[in-house]
């Protein structure tokens, strides 16, 4: 299993970026998968997921700001984030799972791509 995210960068608050994840080794469109991320002095904290459905969750600090997508054609996963905030800054993994549950419950995660939120 591969999952290669992208996307990340420098952008100050209020910002917007999309992330992208590419993704191989496994039956993509019979999978949920998720993103989290981890911040400078933090633990890795679930953001979102999506379910082969399309069913999405987020976790309270991102809804409303982020979303996530899915290209099956692609084996592609996104996550465009709005309004950036610096507490926001964090490296941001796409993992297997479609819930927070499940995610931690599997634990396969990409290298991560870093976004930073800075003026």
């Known amino acids: 299993i591969q999952l290669k995210e992208s996307g990340g960068g420098l952008v100050q608050p209020g910002g917007s970026l999309r992330l992208s994840c590419v993704a191989s080794?496994?039956?993509?469109?019979?999978?949920?998968l998720s993103w989290a991320r981890q911040g400078p002095g933090k633990g890795r904290e679930w953001v979102s997921g999506?379910?082969?459905?399309?069913?999405?969750e987020y976790a309270d600090s991102v809804k409303g700001r982020f979303t996530i997508s899915r290209d099956n054609a692609k084996n592609m996963l996104y996550l465009q984030l709005n309004d950036l905030q610096p507490d926001d800054t964090a490296k941001y993994y796409c993992?297997?799972?479609?819930?927070?549950?499940?995610?931690?419950?599997?634990?396969?995660w990409g290298q991560g791509t870093q976004v930073t939120v800075s003026s």
């Open positions: 999506i379910w082969r459905d399309g069913y999405t």
């Open positions: 993992g297997l799972g479609g819930s927070e549950t499940a995610a931690w419950r599997l634990d396969c």
């Open positions: 080794g496994f039956t993509f469109n019979n999978s949920g």
